[in-house]
């Protein structure tokens, strides 16, 4: 059959402007946040944070552009795993750990950081979404879910190793948990797995550095070391209760000028700022979003279109419960970033890139003249 010719203004109109004003409304916020914190932070964050946002912006709509099926097919699955082992592997010649450890690439004379890491979660949405399309009819094989377990933990391990970051570890299995339930993966396999981590989590916990043990301990239990692992779950609770219903205004607000208030505890300096009302203006957005996507899963013309669409709900849902649950102060501390909201321009840019992914399977939804696409 036929190819649609679709011009670049008919692409353009036919992405899900619900998703962008959401991300969009997000983003501002962000900014907005940084700019009136601009008189303790410094003007360099709003400015970068600003540039940032417009590069991810560029970036979702020129991905949007591009039919992803076309794109999938041709770079099947195994390049993109290459690409993100090498990737990772830059870290151990690159690496920096400047900023408390080891996540970030460096480049020399430009002065530029990159957290790999962020982008190696789109390369895994990609690969890992093919997997379960390819044994879809029979996912519940045990070979099957084998080979689907072995893919996640190469991605897991090549995080892990040479990062320790146990935080994007974690988002990686909420992503594969997510994405296996869209795929049909019986709940018998989930049930399995977690009565084992419970069983054996004695022993696992031993695997865990003395760093890593403390931030799940103090994480928790941030007054056990309120001047240490607990300090800044502490600050930022308190930065959040300062904020009341209203919020001390855009250039208000005594309480947020902590240890990386700007970066992943942003969110406790948006709610001192404007309180209650835009802590709850970012939670609404964000679930609008999530609804979102799982819609345009649902709609999506081919099956790993569906499964790449909850694999950014996973991010999305994960990283948002983490980053807000560290900030109130209930959960460890494991340097996650608020969807389009934290400081930084690799999560700024990977995530508008999730995006455009999304939007992708949006606008190339319906390909062919009067042909159905099989299952």
């Known amino acids: 059959m036929r190819e649609?010719?679709?011009?670049?203004?008919e692409k353009i109109r036919k992405i899900d402007y619900v998703v962008f004003f959401c991300v969009l409304?997000?983003?501002?916020?962000?900014?907005?946040?940084?700019y009136g914190a601009s008189s303790k932070f410094g003007t360099r964050f709003f400015i970068m944070q600003t540039a940032m946002s417009v590069a991810g912006i560029f970036m979702m709509f020129a991905m949007s552009y591009f039919d992803y099926d076309k794109i999938i097919k041709a770079i099947g699955i195994w390049k993109p795993m290459l690409a993100a082992a090498i990737l990772m592997s830059l870290i151990f010649?690159?690496?920096?750990?400047?900023?408390?450890?080891?996540?970030?690439?460096?480049?020399?004379?430009?002065?530029?950081?990159?957290?790999?890491?962020?982008f190696v979660k789109i390369l895994y949405i990609v690969t890992f979404s093919?997997?379960?399309?390819?044994?879809?009819?029979?996912?519940?094989?045990?070979?099957?879910?084998?080979?689907?377990?072995?893919?996640?933990?190469?991605?897991?391990?090549?995080i892990i190793i040479p990062t320790s970051d146990l935080g994007s570890t974690l988002v990686f299995m909420g992503m594969t948990i997510i994405m296996l339930l869209v795929g049909g993966l019986s709940m018998w396999y989930?049930?399995?797995?977690f009565g084992a981590i419970f069983i054996l989590s004695p022993f696992l916990w031993e695997f865990l550095s003395e760093t890593q043990q403390n931030r799940i301990i103090f994480g928790f239990n941030p007054e056990g070391d309120p001047q240490g692992k607990g300090f800044q779950a502490l600050c930022s609770r308190k930065a959040i209760a300062a904020g009341g219903f209203l919020g001390a205004g855009?250039?208000?607000?005594?309480?947020?000028?902590?240890?990386?208030?700007?970066?992943?505890?942003?969110?406790?300096?948006?709610?001192?700022?404007?309180?209650?009302?835009?802590?709850?203006?970012?939670?609404?957005?964000?679930?609008?979003?999530?609804?979102?996507?799982?819609?345009?899963?649902?709609?999506?013309r081919k099956d790993y279109g569906a499964y790449m669409c909850a694999g950014v709900v996973g991010v999305l849902m994960c990283q948002s419960l983490e980053n807000i649950g560290m900030c109130l102060a209930m959960l460890p501390v494991v340097g996650i970033t608020l969807p389009f909201f934290s400081y930084g321009g690799s999560s700024m840019v990977a995530s508008y890139m999730m995006i455009g992914l999304v939007q992708s399977i949006k606008s190339?939804?319906?390909k062919y003249f009067f042909e159905r696409e099989k299952s």
């Open 250 to 300: 855009l250039f208000g607000g005594t309480q947020y000028n902590f240890t990386d208030s700007y970066s992943d505890f942003l969110f406790a300096v948006l709610a001192e700022k404007f309180g209650f009302f835009g802590c709850f203006l970012y939670i609404v957005l964000m679930a609008v979003l999530v609804i979102r996507v799982l819609w345009i899963a649902r709609i999506a």
């Open 25 to 34: 409304g997000m983003n501002l916020l962000s900014i907005l946040t940084l």
């Open 364 to 366: 190339h939804n319906q």
């Open 130 to 158: 093919q997997h379960i399309k390819r044994v879809k009819n029979d996912i519940n094989n045990f070979k099957n879910v084998i080979a689907l377990a072995a893919h996640a933990m190469f991605y897991c391990a090549i």
């Open 190 to 193: 989930f049930i399995g797995v």
């Open 4 to 9: 649609f010719s679709v011009t670049l203004k």
């Open 93 to 118: 010649i690159l690496g920096d750990n400047r900023r408390g450890n080891t996540n970030w690439i460096y480049i020399p004379f430009i002065n530029l950081g990159i957290q790999p890491s962020e």
